[in-house]
């Protein structure tokens, strides 16, 4: 199912989370909403979801004005942050939920839930209440209710967002695969432009209640639209007018005509690379990014002085 | 150490005279008055009637203050309205009212020259000296109780649980019947109880509206008043016990029901 945002509009009292955002997701894709907190993206989700009443502007859920649809009627499936899970019922029960408010026949559910279960690994953990569950345990089974009522669209807020690194690796790839699967347009909310660029086919970049861009992965860090998404998606320092990526900066040491000096403040092992913070002669920051071997060859050390020369920058005209 | 020790006598030295005393009074004096006359005082059919009287209150009241304690906690806790915080208030009145200014308040709205009075007089409804206006005064005076706990428990919950059925197809009556009051339940029996103990120790509102007519408008502390004006102290001493015994149990029951709600 399509979705389509048109001029939605939505404050807080003084605040503008959404100021007339308008954004097409086609049927089918996994688009990811990212920002910083407080950009509206989660704010425009449950909008979607009919959580939320817009102040202005309209909902279109496969081309029809969904804005006035009350939640349970849009056949949508909402994944939350923090779970949301029936604490007073068991596992099964919590995913046997819509199955049983749609009144479906006892076997029907029986037979569904345990398929469900099986679909997020939790079938030997049936009976336990939610209290009983890891945080990974507890969101696989919110995921699982939230596909039991086979919905037209699935909405994630910021779904792993309270899960340790491992397991939140995990999730992901599983969300990949079940999107992959099952082709239910999917949409999720995240600040982790690590989990957008890696799972999302599309791109949805908010700040400030706007949208910055709406792009490929690829696209969004190769060709940004502006200063915002450059320095928001993926690391960016400023040189002179444009700006330049962590691994787009040459070191050398010693100085030719194209070279800037600087000095190596900080320097990180972070497994295949080693990344360096460096301020420039003119109190500049720039980051930068290594091969472990280069920066052996090198023989970086931190308080050292080394001269910089980017090779490829990005330009905006009109900067902010 | 040594002040501490302090404190925690002083605390239990407390407790034990404002609030076991009069109790362990009680069933001395009784001893001394004999335990026949007592006996045969609470076996006697006005005080049966009079028990009766009280227990009816409580079954109409308390059913009544649970629905509204839960409807006005929702409110309270769940919607954004105009008055919301003069409805938070409100609820809170009988706590600080004395009984007393609420059973003459209602005499003046239901009495022959109040607002309501002379109609339901034309109507045929009885309501002063008679069960109306006592189950009116009761409720009142026991209303706060229910909401007062559901509150609380309502805010920790969060609505999330609640969005999250939305989103899966259930109404706004499904969700409240299978996500709410199921999240609640320890609360809600929690306040009933409170209440209903409330309902049964009420004595100044209904002593005002009721008339406490024996044998027919007279509920069980209005017995007991009834007995001591009546130089019967044996009588009172005997009732009295009856309600004190009902204490204890609600107080167990209260204990009883506690940690679940604190795990709830």
């Given amino acids: 199912m399509s979705i389509s945002a048109r001029n939605v509009s939505k404050r807080f009292g003084d605040y503008a989370a959404l100021d007339c955002v308008s954004v097409e997701v086609p049927g089918g894709s996994l688009t990811a909403l990212l920002g910083p907190s407080g950009s509206g993206k989660s704010t425009l989700l449950r909008i979607v979801a009919g959580l939320e009443q817009p102040d202005g502007g309209e909902v279109l859920l496969d081309g029809v004005d969904a804005t006035a649809v009350a939640p349970q009627q849009r056949g949508v499936g909402f994944v939350f942050q923090h779970y949301a899970a029936f604490k007073h019922m068991t596992v099964r029960r919590n995913v046997a939920f819509p199955l049983q408010i749609r009144k479906r026949p006892r076997a029907e559910i029986r037979e569904r839930v345990d398929a469900l279960l099986e679909l997020v690994q939790l079938q030997g953990?049936?009976?336990?209440?939610?209290?009983?569950?890891?945080?990974?345990?507890?969101?696989?089974?919110?995921?699982?209710?939230?596909?039991?009522?086979?919905?037209?669209?699935?909405?994630?807020?910021?779904?792993?967002?309270?899960?340790?690194?491992?397991?939140?690796?995990?999730?992901?790839?599983?969300?990949?695969?079940?999107?992959?699967?099952?082709?239910?347009?999917?949409?999720?909310?995240?600040?982790?432009?690590?989990?957008?660029?890696?799972?999302?086919?599309?791109?949805?970049?908010?700040?400030?209640?706007?949208?910055?861009?709406?792009?490929?992965?690829?696209?969004?860090?190769?060709?940004?639209?502006?200063?915002?998404?450059?320095?928001?998606?993926?690391?960016?320092?400023?040189?002179?007018?444009?700006?330049?990526?962590?691994?787009?900066?040459?070191?050398?040491?010693?100085?030719?005509?194209?070279?800037?000096?600087?000095l190596i403040e900080r320097l990180a092992h972070v497994g295949p690379e080693v990344r360096a913070e460096l301020v420039r002669d003119d109190g500049e920051r720039v980051a930068l990014q290594l091969s472990r071997d280069e920066a052996e060859r090198l023989e970086l050390a931190p308080g050292q002085i080394v001269y910089v020369r980017p090779t490829r920058t990005t330009v905006f005209r009109d900067g902010v | 150490m040594p002040r501490r020790l302090a404190l925690r006598t002083a605390a239990v030295g407390y407790l034990l005279v404002v609030l076991l005393g009069p109790l362990a009074m009680l069933l001395w004096r009784l001893e001394e008055e004999g335990i026949g006359r007592a006996?045969?005082?609470?076996?006697?059919?006005?005080?049966?009637?009079?028990?009766?009287?009280?227990?009816?209150?409580?079954?109409?009241?308390?059913?009544?203050?649970?629905?509204?304690?839960?409807?006005?906690?929702?409110?309270?806790?769940?919607?954004?309205?105009?008055?919301?915080?003069?409805?938070?208030?409100?609820?809170?009145?009988?706590?600080?009212?004395?009984?007393?200014?609420?059973?003459?308040?209602?005499?003046?709205?239901?009495?022959?020259?109040?607002?309501?009075?002379?109609?339901?007089?034309?109507?045929?409804?009885?309501?002063?000296?008679?069960?109306?206006?006592?189950?009116?005064?009761?409720?009142?005076?026991?209303?706060?109780?229910?909401?007062?706990?559901?509150?609380?428990?309502?805010?920790?919950?969060?609505?999330?649980?609640?969005?999250?059925?939305?989103?899966?197809?259930?109404?706004?009556?499904?969700?409240?019947?299978?996500i709410t009051l199921p999240s609640i339940r320890?609360?809600?029996?929690?306040?009933?109880?409170?209440?209903?103990?409330?309902?049964?120790?009420?004595?100044?509102?209904?002593?005002?509206?009721?008339?406490?007519?024996?044998?027919?408008?007279?509920?069980?502390?209005?017995?007991?008043?009834?007995?001591?004006?009546?130089?019967?102290?044996?009588?009172?001493?005997?009732?009295?016990?009856?309600?004190?015994?009902?204490?204890?149990?609600v107080l167990v029951l209260m204990t009883l029901l506690k940690p679940r709600q604190a795990a709830a």
């Fill in chain 2, 186 to 249: 320890w609360a809600v029996i929690y306040g009933v109880v409170v209440t209903t103990a409330r309902c049964l120790g009420e004595y100044g509102a209904v002593a005002v509206v009721s008339g406490s007519i024996s044998g027919r408008t007279e509920t069980a502390t209005l017995r007991v008043q009834s007995y001591y004006e009546n130089l019967d102290q044996a009588g009172a001493y005997g009732v009295s016990l009856v309600l004190a015994a009902i204490a204890v149990v």
């Fill in chain 1, 125 to 262: 953990l049936a009976h336990r209440y939610p209290a009983q569950l890891s945080g990974g345990q507890r969101q696989r089974m919110a995921l699982a209710r939230a596909l039991a009522a086979e919905p037209r669209v699935l909405l994630l807020d910021e779904p792993f967002g309270a899960l340790d690194a491992r397991v939140r690796a995990e999730l992901r790839s599983w969300l990949r695969r079940l999107h992959d699967e099952t082709h239910t347009t999917t949409v999720f909310v995240t600040h982790d432009q690590d989990e957008a660029m890696e799972i999302a086919d599309t791109v949805v970049v908010m700040n400030r209640g706007r949208i910055e861009q709406v792009a490929t992965p690829r696209i969004l860090y190769e060709q940004p639209s502006n200063e915002f998404v450059m320095s928001f998606v993926g690391e960016a320092s400023r040189f002179g007018d444009g700006w330049v990526r962590p691994h787009d900066v040459e070191v050398a040491l010693a100085p030719d005509e194209r070279t800037r000096e600087a």
């Fill in chain 2, 39 to 178: 006996w045969s005082a609470v076996t006697e059919p006005d005080t049966v009637h009079a028990f009766a009287v009280t227990l009816e209150i409580a079954a109409i009241a308390v059913p009544l203050n649970a629905v509204f304690g839960v409807v006005c906690a929702l409110l309270i806790v769940r919607r954004r309205f105009r008055g919301q915080g003069v409805l938070n208030a409100f609820v809170d009145l009988p706590l600080a009212l004395s009984p007393v200014v609420v059973g003459l308040s209602l005499f003046l709205l239901y009495g022959r020259t109040g607002w309501f009075g002379p109609w339901l007089t034309a109507h045929g409804v009885q309501m002063l000296f008679a069960l109306p206006a006592m189950v009116l005064a009761t409720v009142f005076v026991s209303l706060p109780f229910v909401a007062r706990e559901v509150v609380p428990t309502l805010r920790e919950l969060g609505d999330e649980q609640e969005q999250a059925a939305r989103t899966l197809g259930a109404s706004g009556w499904q969700t409240f019947v299978r």
